[in-house]
């Protein structure tokens, strides 16, 4: 208890009274003012010592000012009194008079710290020159710009614009203040802007499933062209319809295209996005299609081995022929050729090559060598029909797909790429056919051996 009273004591505020100084405020207002005059007199100082020089206008990755000089970079501190990017540096210059060209002033007593990196100066001109381009035509592709802009730049100046990728999303970030954010979480909200839709004076968005199933959420995009329309109406020989999933956007899962043959090559016609695999989109947009170009209807259509895109051009296109994927086909045609050591042979500088190479070209008939080949095939045919046991059946399967393959290509005709593609599709069919028949057997084989 005794110490605690000491404590409180000690702790008592002094009730003693000052004495009274008059003199201590004049004698402040003119240290004041001896200190005012002394800075009015350095700066002076320094405006004569000093030289008046120009700084270069730059910009700054928010959008701020900040100026150069011999390679060195400052940015704004206070008023008319700018320091040097690099923050350890205790370089400072003061600005004296401003224009559009540029600024004027004088460097102050210290140095920088550190090298000048005029190479830092050339890379934010060539950034500011890809906003700019972007501001021009948003739709530039970004690889095209980047690889316009770095081709002249030098080895410093090409480093010290950062990485690929960083140039990308700053363009990214740059279209977005544009263009505005489309990728929002609400389907029925985004709304495309006017400069990515309006293309050449034409609005590239043909369907727009929101205006025919209001609120739903399951959105259907299809985009094109009057041009791209009437490319699917003169070529209605032969359609392409595929699919990316890489390609499409956070809201939807597929992007989808259709495409028409023309001069030997595939054109796509439409894209549309769409939120999943069902059999209901296809047929959204395969029926949009049919209205806008109809009464023309596609003869043959080449898709994926894929039964809800094949139902849906079914029930749309009913009299149309499906042809399923050629890289299928040409991946089983490339197994069975191998199988039959013709990938060997299409080397070979003799009569023999000459007829693998030109056996799927485009000749009316197939060389003698195959033919010989398919006479062969019916000799084992005839022998493989006495045999019943289960190995020979299985035998027996493989030389009758054998002997209908060799048939096909005996007695192929064609004289253009549609005419292959059938050839190529009767040929996939029987590869299939046979290995799935062949699977079969092997495991009827297993069930039947197990104890």
């Keep these: 208890m005794m110490n605690r009273k000491k404590i409180e004591n000690l702790q008592k505020c002094r009730k003693r009274k000052f004495l009274d100084n008059n003199d201590s405020e004049n004698e402040t207002l003119s240290a004041d003012h001896r200190e005012q005059n002394e800075n009015n007199n350095d700066r002076d100082d320094d405006f004569e010592e000093h030289a008046i020089v120009n700084f270069e206008l730059g910009e700054t990755k928010r959008g701020g000012v900040c100026i150069w000089f011999n390679g060195f970079r400052f940015t704004l501190k206070q008023n008319e009194l700018w320091r040097c990017s690099v923050r350890d540096c205790p370089a400072r210059v003061k600005i004296v008079s401003k224009s559009d060209n540029g600024m004027s002033g ?4 210290k140095d920088h710290s550190h090298l000048p990196e005029p190479q830092k100066q050339q890379a934010e001109k060539r950034r500011q020159q890809i906003l700019e381009r972007v501001k021009d035509k948003p739709r530039v592709k970004p690889t095209r710009l980047l690889a316009e802009l770095r081709r002249s730049a030098a080895d410093e100046t090409y480093l010290a614009m950062g990485s690929d990728n960083a140039l990308s999303c700053m363009m990214r970030r740059q279209k977005k203040k544009i263009l505005g954010n489309v990728d929002c979480a609400d389907p029925l909200a985004f709304t495309i802007p006017d400069k990515l839709r309006i293309k050449n004076g034409e609005d590239i968005v043909l369907y727009d499933s929101r205006t025919v199933r209001i609120g739903e959420k399951d959105v259907v995009l299809v985009f094109g062209s009057e041009r791209t329309l009437d490319i699917l109406s003169k ?3 032969t359609w392409h319809l595929d699919g990316t999933f890489k390609a499409a956007p956070n809201m939807w899962e597929q992007c989808f295209v259709v495409g028409a043959s023309v001069n030997h090559r595939m054109c796509i016609g439409v894209w549309g996005l769409l939120p999943g695999k069902h059999r209901r989109y296809y047929e959204e947009v395969l029926n949009f299609l049919r209205n806008r170009i109809s009464p023309v209807a596609p003869r043959k259509v080449i898709c994926d081995f894929e039964k809800a895109e094949m139902n849906a051009v079914s029930a749309v296109f009913p009299a149309t022929n499906i042809l399923c ?5 040409g991946q089983n045609l490339f197994r069975k050729m191998k199988g039959l050591k013709l990938v060997q042979m299409y080397g070979e500088q003799s009569v023999r090559g000459e007829a693998v190479r030109h056996s799927f070209r485009s000749s009316r008939t197939v060389p003698n060598s195959i033919l010989e080949l398919s006479g062969s095939i019916d000799r084992q045919v005839d022998a493989a029909r006495s045999a019943r046991n289960f ?11 054998d002997a209908v393959i060799m048939r096909i290509l005996a007695d192929a005709t064609y004289n253009n790429d549609a005419e292959i593609h059938d050839v190529m599709t009767a040929l996939g069919l029987q590869v299939e056919g046979y290995a799935g028949k062949l699977k079969d057997y092997e495991n009827t084989e297993d069930s039947m051996n197990a104890p």
């Design 391 to 401: 190995i020979h059946k299985r035998h027996k399967r493989y030389v009758l797909q």
């Design 235 to 237: 070529n209605s020989a």
């Design 106 to 109: 004088y460097q102050m007593q």
């Design 325 to 329: 994927c050629m890289f299928h086909y």
